[in-house]
């Protein structure tokens, strides 16, 4: 069976989190802001879609470990396109109503260098994403 996205493409992206409750909380408004809709929901588990690629967000009961590091190897950060800088401001205010804590605030928008227009957004769990304005 060929993939309808094309051989390479991410398929999806499953992280295991220690309470489904908060990711929910604050992944879900990010990600649907974003274009990503509800795909699936369980007990301990939440995804969203956006076309051929998902995210799912799992309280899993083989979790070795209460916390996520991402100064530890694993998971740094995931990344997301984003249209203009004002999409990207917006996201950023929306995402901070959900609980997100804006990181390296001293330097924003180019905590990534001059040539970068980027915001890095921590949870409550540790787990980062970075929102990149294609357009600034």
Not at 39 to 47: D, I, L
Not at 82 to 99: I, K
Request: charge should be negative; proline fraction near 5%; aromatic fraction near 10%.
């Amino acid at each position: 069976m060929t993939s309808p996205a094309g051989t390479g493409a991410l398929h999806h992206v499953e992280i295991w989190v220690p309470d489904i409750g908060r990711a929910a909380a604050s992944f879900g408004p990010l990600l649907e802001a974003l274009g990503y809709a509800p795909f699936q929901e369980w007990e301990r588990g939440r995804s969203w879609r956006l076309g051929a690629t998902y995210l799912v967000f799992e309280e899993s009961t083989a979790l070795s470990a209460g916390t996520h590091d991402r100064l530890r190897p694993g998971l740094n950060h995931l990344a997301f396109h984003v249209a203009t800088r004002e999409e990207l401001d917006r996201l950023v205010a929306g995402a901070r109503a959900a609980g997100w804590r804006l990181l390296f605030p001293d330097r924003h928008p180019q905590a990534g260098g001059e040539q970068s227009c980027a915001a890095y957004l921590e949870n409550a769990d540790g787990f980062e994403v970075e929102l990149v304005a294609a357009e600034w």
